[in-house]
């Protein structure tokens, strides 16, 4: 006698299989690309204080470069990858190579495995910074408002203000290091993101990510980025691939050598003045 070991699936199960076999095909497909403009106020501390309205304008159209910056984010479900678009200099018709080694390299994010990769060039050297996401404790708030055609919502979080410019260096903060190694004081920067939940990804500009929709602008410290284009699902697929030259390091060791890079030049130049 033969055991018939196939039996008939009802309608409805067969179509909820469908649906879910649709959904995670189309979220495994899913792909967008955001266009954001990010803007930097010009802080030139008690120095500022003695110069003239006409002296700070001529710094400022200096700096444009490195004030006023345009990025891409391209984005799927999972990964992201955030990628500045280069300018010339407005006057001198060059690029900021001076900025370019304290400047975010090309960022990969992957928010399923909570990992991120970054190349940065310091001083002709590449590096490829692997690392962990940065965490962010959000707070949601109930404020609303539109961005283009997106409703967004509000989120706040307070987060180590170095571990947002990791990637960044500043005589000062060379200075501090060496004057205060014990110190447990740690500065905090208040971060202030509109989400839409319109796009359902994870994903944001920058370091940030975390929020139930694409982050569409988001403020920190003196820094405003705005979303100002957005394409879903275009037409031509592009695969996003990490990046991958480089030495690798975290970014704890990145910014030691940094550190000990800028310490030797300048005492190799506080060297040659002393002569």
Not at 4 to 17: M, R, T, V
Not at 26 to 41: C, N, P, V
Not at 59 to 79: A, G, H, M, W
Not at 188 to 215: D, F, K, N
Request: hydrophobic share 35%.
């Amino acid at each position: 006698m033969k055991t018939n070991l196939f039996f008939p699936i009802p309608k409805q199960i067969c179509l909820i299989l469908l649906i879910m076999t649709t959904v995670k095909v189309a979220a495994q497909e899913f792909q967008g690309q955001a266009e954001y403009f990010a803007k930097s106020g010009l802080e030139l501390g008690t120095w500022g204080a003695t110069m003239s309205e006409a002296q700070k304008k001529q710094i400022q159209d200096r700096l444009k470069n490195r004030l006023e910056k345009t990025y891409i984010l391209k984005f799927n479900v999972e990964e992201s990858l955030f990628v500045e678009e280069e300018k010339l200099d407005a006057i001198s018709g060059a690029t900021d190579s001076w900025g370019k080694n304290f400047a975010p390299g090309d960022k990969y994010k992957n928010v399923k495995n909570n990992t991120l990769l970054q190349e940065q060039e310091f001083y002709g050297k590449k590096f490829l910074v692997s690392d962990k996401l940065l965490k962010f404790e959000w707070n949601m708030t109930s404020e609303s408002k539109k961005i283009g055609e997106y409703m967004c919502m509000k989120a706040v979080a307070l987060v180590p203000s170095d571990s947002l410019t990791w990637f960044d260096f500043s005589w000062g903060k060379l200075r501090s290091n060496e004057e205060s190694k014990d110190t447990t004081e740690i500065k905090m920067t208040q971060v202030e993101a509109w989400y839409t939940p319109q796009i359902p990804v994870s994903h944001g500009p920058s370091e940030y990510w975390g929020l139930p929709g694409l982050i569409l602008e988001v403020s920190a410290d003196n820094t405003t980025m705005l979303c100002s284009k957005i394409v879903l699902n275009p037409k031509d697929k592009t695969k996003i691939t990490p990046p991958e030259k480089g030495k690798q390091v975290t970014k704890s060791e990145y910014q030691e050598i940094i550190k000990t890079k800028m310490a030797e030049m300048r005492n190799m130049y506080s060297g040659r003045r002393g002569r």
